[in-house]
C-alpha cells in the first residue's frame, strides 16, 4: 500500500466505510446525531423494519466504532461515535481549509 | 427514511461509500491528495496490480464523484474530488467544533 493510516487500520476502515454504505445505518446515524437513542425509540421509528433488523444494523454500527452502547437499567442507549468520520475527512481533507471547501460547494449547489 | 440530505441523494452516498470501502481505491486517493497523477504513474505506483484492473478502481472512483479525470495529449489526469468527503463530514459533524474533536482525537490516541 502507498500509505499507512495510524488511527485506523485499513481492515477498521472497511469496516467503517461498509457500515456507512447502507442508507438504513446511515438514517440511524441521522437520528441519533443530536441527541443519543435507546434501542426501542430506533425500532419505533423505523417501524417498516422488525426488531431483529434494527439489532443487527446496530450491531454493524457497533463493530464499525460509529455508535458507542450505554447500558441504563432495561434501556440500552445509542449514542453516534464521530471520531471514525472525523479520521476518514482528515485523511484526505485536514490540510485544505473549511472556508476553502465551503466556497467551492455553494458554488457547486448555485450552478445547479 | 429518517432524514433527507440534498446534496447527494442516498443512492449516491451508496457509491461514493462503496468506492472508498476498498483499500486500494483509498491508496489512489492517498497518492492524489496532494498532486494529480496520471493514470500511468499510478499503475507505477500500484503495480502489483495489471493496468486493467487499476483503471476499473479509478472507474468506480470516477463514477463516484471521487476524482475528476483531465485529459492532456495522451495524459490522463486524476484529480481528487473532495467535495464528496466534505459531504460525509458535514452530514453528521459540521455543527460540532473541531477543535474539540481534535481534543477527543489526542485524548484517544494518549490512551491508547
Redesign the interface.
Known amino acids: 500500500?502507498?500509505?499507512k493510516y495510524n488511527?485506523y487500520t485499513?481492515s477498521e476502515?472497511?469496516h467503517i466505510?461498509?457500515a456507512?454504505?447502507?442508507?438504513t445505518r446511515?438514517?440511524?446515524?441521522?437520528?441519533i446525531?443530536d441527541n443519543p437513542k435507546t434501542t426501542s425509540q430506533l425500532c419505533s421509528?423505523?417501524s417498516e423494519l422488525d426488531r431483529c433488523t434494527v439489532m443487527q444494523h446496530l450491531d454493524v454500527l457497533e463493530k464499525a466504532d460509529l455508535i458507542i452502547i450505554k447500558h441504563q437499567g432495561k434501556h440500552r442507549w445509542n449514542y453516534?461515535n464521530?471520531?471514525p468520520?472525523?479520521?476518514?475527512?482528515d485523511?484526505?481533507?485536514r490540510k485544505?481549509s473549511?472556508e476553502a471547501?465551503d466556497v467551492?460547494?455553494k458554488m457547486?449547489?448555485d450552478l445547479e
Chains 1, 2 share one sequence.
Request: charged share 30%; proline share 0%; aromatic share 12%.
Open positions: 500500500m502507498l500509505y488511527m485499513e476502515y472497511d466505510l461498509k456507512l454504505g447502507n442508507s446511515r438514517a440511524i446515524l441521522d437520528s446525531k421509528l423505523l453516534i464521530l471520531l468520520i472525523k479520521e476518514i475527512h485523511r484526505w481533507i485544505y473549511f471547501l467551492l460547494s457547486k449547489k
